[in-house]
């Protein structure tokens, strides 16, 4: 039983979000029936993002739509807010937010309060100040951008099999992505295997003609997996006549131009950015402690150092390392986030009980990337595996961490069927603008930009 009644606000719908609140509805199953705890989750988006599997999306091996988790389906016990945590006052025990009602409603923001805080906000991309990145770059964090790259890639094929103009063709089939991380490999290695594959389909367009360009500031890639799978990586990708370029950094991009810090410009109207996060907004708005790097400080028991009724883990936290060398911190990965949640979740119920709380600890597992289909590199258990193995490994791990059985089920059945029969290469970007081809017919003129054309494309 627990002690009093109890509001819990979880900021934040995506792994730790999710399933902390998913770990609470069970262990708080009888409290939330007799209402003695209340669970609301305040998030922009009504689902949760599997992100190890946009790659795949991108790429046309697994629908968008298996991708996420409705949090309403998985959540049922929880009140589910669509909205933006603006600013936080722990003092008060509340949390400013703007709802999607609120702005039609011209209302401005709400304020929810709470007894007992979870802050899962996630993080954002970590962005430069480099000409021409905000005009022309994309990022990989979410589906949508997952699904607007794909759709861009083909795109840019089209244009480079219509156009008579060879700087319009060199342009449209030179794609640079920034960020030698998880995100910014399995992005490049999914979409050029998927590339590879659509040329077959253009009578004028060749794998040989595509420029595929990976730009890295360190001198190695997937750190995570070390440096004899890393300088595999590196190795393997420039047989496939992509461009790895260590210890280089992106100064500008303006005027759909590629700068690079070692000299080399190459026009382009694809430049992906991966290079890396940074803590969302809303913790710098608020008044709980935080580290140098803007994430929250934290305890080995993922309370808030210093603070009571406050709580945090993932991407927002800076969660002690209790298996290494004092001061190490464990690092924001969607391995970690899972792991937090669940003893967030418990010592939470613990907290709302009077008992003591669990320190959380880790074993590493190791870890897996995609470079493709067919290709993969992996550090499992310390055995390291390369090629076919390595990548059958990473659709088995990700398959058992995809949450419920139902997504589970969709995308084993979409990669059997994707085994049976051939790659899909449609491009559907007028699904970002969907109205544009009926305002066309109804106004005369584009209603967004007469840059673009009458799909919405640009």
């Known amino acids: 039983m627990v002690k009093e009644r109890a509001r819990i606000l979880m900021v934040g719908g995506g792994y730790v979000g999710m399933y902390t609140a998913l770990r609470l509805q069970q262990k708080l199953k009888a409290e939330l029936k007799r209402g003695e705890v209340e669970i609301t989750v305040v998030t922009p988006d009504p689902y949760m993002t599997y992100q190890p599997f946009l790659p795949e999306a991108a790429a046309g091996s697994i629908s968008p739509r298996h991708v996420v988790v409705p949090l309403r389906r998985v959540l049922d016990r929880c009140r589910i807010v669509i909205g933006e945590a603006q600013s936080i006052d722990h003092a008060k025990r509340t949390v400013t937010l703007t709802t999607l009602a609120g702005e039609e409603e011209g209302a401005g923001a709400e304020h929810l309060s709470y007894d007992e805080l979870v802050l899962a906000p996630g993080s954002i991309a970590r962005t430069l100040p480099i000409p021409g990145l905000a005009e022309y770059a994309i990022g990989f964090k979410t589906v949508e951008e997952a699904i607007g790259l794909r759709n861009h890639v083909i795109e840019q094929m089209d244009i480079a099999s219509s156009t008579r103009d060879p700087a319009i063709r060199d342009a449209a089939l030179t794609f640079v992505f920034v960020g030698g991380g998880y995100a910014g490999v399995e992005a490049l290695g999914e979409l050029e295997d998927m590339a590879r594959y659509t040329a077959r389909y253009y009578h004028n367009v060749q794998p040989e003609d595509m420029k595929w360009i990976l730009v890295e500031a360190s001198n190695r890639i997937l750190p995570e997996v070390g440096e004899e799978m890393g300088k595999y990586t590196v190795t393997q990708l420039r047989r496939r006549n992509i461009d790895v370029r260590l210890d280089t950094r992106l100064d500008s991009c303006a005027d759909r131009i590629a700068v690079l810090s070692d000299?080399?410009?190459?026009?382009?109207?694809?430049?992906?950015?991966?290079?890396?996060?940074?803590?969302?907004?809303?913790?710098?708005?608020?008044?709980?402690?935080?580290?140098?790097?803007?994430?929250?400080?934290?305890?080995?028991?993922?309370?808030v150092d210093g603070t009571t009724h406050a709580w945090a883990a993932g991407d927002a936290a800076a969660v002690p390392d209790v298996t290494a060398e004092p001061g190490t911190e464990t690092a924001p990965n969607a391995q970690h986030a899972v792991r937090q949640a669940r003893v967030l979740g418990d010592n939470i119920v613990h907290s709302l009980r009077g008992e003591e709380l669990e320190t959380y600890s880790h074993k590493y597992v190791g870890s897996v990337a995609s470079l493709g289909l067919h290709k993969g590199v992996a550090y499992v258990y310390g055995r390291k595996l390369k090629g076919y193995p390595a990548w059958f490994m990473h659709r088995v791990y990700h398959l058992s961490r995809v949450p419920t059985f139902n997504r589970k089920a969709r995308v084993l059945a979409e990669w059997i069927l994707s085994g049976l029969f051939k790659r899909e290469i449609v491009s559907l970007g007028s699904l970002e603008h969907p109205r544009a081809e009926f305002e066309l017919a109804a106004g005369g003129k584009h209603p967004l930009d007469p840059k673009l054309g009458p799909k919405g494309s640009s």
């Open 263 to 303: 000299g080399a410009r190459f026009p382009t109207r694809t430049v992906v950015w991966t290079a890396g996060v940074k803590p969302h907004p809303v913790l710098a708005a608020s008044d709980l402690p935080l580290n140098e790097r803007g994430r929250l400080k934290c305890t080995p028991q993922l309370t």
